[in-house]
């Protein structure tokens, strides 16, 4: 019963900039734990980026730190991913994740960890 949807994916420039957002329901949005993940062609689903459900802990691949922000808004039932200097490297389908699971801090931003998933939104960064 909990739906998440992922938007704002499209074909943007290396060096540009793309805000990637998630809308989730079904329960009380402050109860989840969010993240963002991707998939490039030929690769196994990586983590991204990850936020707490108060929005005062995150966490980002090595990858992307410096680069992507990773955000929310409770009040809209929204997570949004900003993502800055836009490499080819990135190029992938980029999928919003929720969960209501409660982890230490070693364990939270674990792909496993997430229950519900979005269907991806392509990100197609060319050179």
């Known amino acids: 019963q909990v739906q998440v949807v992922e938007s704002g994916g499209g074909l943007v420039q290396a060096g540009g900039s793309l805000r990637l957002s998630c809308a989730a329901s079904?329960?009380?949005?402050?109860?989840?734990?969010m993240g963002w993940f991707r998939q490039a062609p030929g690769k196994e689903r990586e983590f991204v980026a990850v936020?707490?459900?108060?929005?005062?802990?995150?966490d980002y691949a090595d990858s992307v730190k410096g680069r992507f922000t990773i955000s929310r808004d409770n009040a809209k039932n929204t997570a949004y991913l900003q993502m800055n200097s836009l490499k080819p490297e990135d190029t992938a389908v980029y999928y919003c994740?929720?969960?209501?699971?409660?982890?230490?801090?070693?364990?939270?931003?674990?792909?496993?960890?997430?229950?519900?998933w979005g269907q991806g939104t392509q990100v197609p960064v060319s050179s």
């Open positions: 936020i707490s459900r108060t929005g005062s802990n995150t």
């Open positions: 079904g329960r009380t949005f402050s109860s989840y734990r």
């Open positions: 994740a929720a969960t209501f699971r409660v982890r230490a801090a070693v364990t939270w931003a674990k792909l496993e960890e997430f229950d519900y």
